[in-house]
């Protein structure tokens, strides 16, 4: 998804879609073709299943064969610091949720990049970053979106599926069209130097983003609300007494209705 010229635009250029049967998981196979081959900016290789998906903290995803959305996505975005790389973490969690925002409403971002319906997971996704000296060389997007799956019988506390919460099917590949479209107009916006923007609808559309809830760090459960996302990503808690917590990923847990950790 080269943005340049018309006139100097060729076929190397445009982004390839590749899909394959069964992969061990899709950031695995477009690493491989990256290294193989020059694959274009904005190519996609997107799977019927992944034998080992991968998720954040080390975590295994769940996605039963040719009944969910599976791929990775390979950009090089050499102008974006390395300090402020977690913008395209929000570039692609904002494209999910305007893709399934389609089809349901209620959808929201949960810190620092699950997709949310009301309180339940619908898609995750595993961001590799590649740095050169102080900028991003490459960067490798993995994202599971729950389509039609019917039953969940791994022991992830809450996912749901497109399917579950409308009863209807949908078809994988129109989905992966749309988040492709949406996706695509955030990283022009990006490469357009418009970071202020984007995340502006990033913390509109982040979970428990208004009132107080209860959280869970190193000290104990605690109450507060999000005060804001830092450009590094890190998350700005606000307690009731107007104290400001700051925390990496991992290093916050937070804490749903019926007290089981998400």
């Known amino acids: 998804m080269t943005v340049q010229n018309n006139s100097e635009v060729t076929q190397k250029d445009i982004p390839q879609i590749i899909h394959l049967a069964e992969v061990v998981s899709t950031n695995l196979s ?3 073709y990256v290294e193989a081959q020059s694959l274009p900016e904005g190519s996609v290789i997107w799977a019927d299943y992944q034998n080992a998906g991968r998720g954040q903290k080390g975590n295994s995803w769940e996605s039963e064969a040719l009944k969910n959305l599976t791929f990775s996505v390979v950009l090089y975005p050499n102008t974006i610091p390395a300090r402020e790389q977690f913008i395209i973490s929000q570039i ?8 399934l925002e389609k089809y349901v409403d209620e959808i929201t971002i949960k810190w620092p990049n699950d997709i949310y319906w009301r309180d339940k997971k619908i898609c995750g996704m595993l961001i590799e970053n590649d740095l050169s000296g102080n900028t991003i060389y490459c960067s490798i997007i993995g994202i599971g979106i729950n389509i039609n799956q019917e039953v969940f019988r791994s022991k992830a506390p809450n996912p749901i599926s497109l399917l579950q919460i409308t009863g209807k099917k949908y078809h ?3 989905i992966l069209d749309m988040f492709l479209s949406y996706f695509y107009s955030y990283y022009l916006l990006l490469l357009q130097e418009k970071q202020d923007e984007i995340r502006e609808a990033y913390n509109h559309a982040l979970y428990r983003k208004d009132n107080y809830h209860r959280y869970k760090d190193d000290n104990g459960i605690f109450e507060a609300i999000i005060a804001d996302i830092e450009p590094s990503g890190h998350l700005l808690l606000q307690l009731q007494d107007g104290s400001i917590r700051r925390y ?12 089981y950790f998400c």
């Open 30 to 32: 477009i690493r491989e």
């Open 172 to 174: 994988r590949e129109d």
């Open 248 to 259: 990496a990923f991992k290093e916050v847990s937070f804490i749903p209705d019926n007290d």
């Open 92 to 99: 692609t969690a904002l494209s999910v949720k305007k893709t």
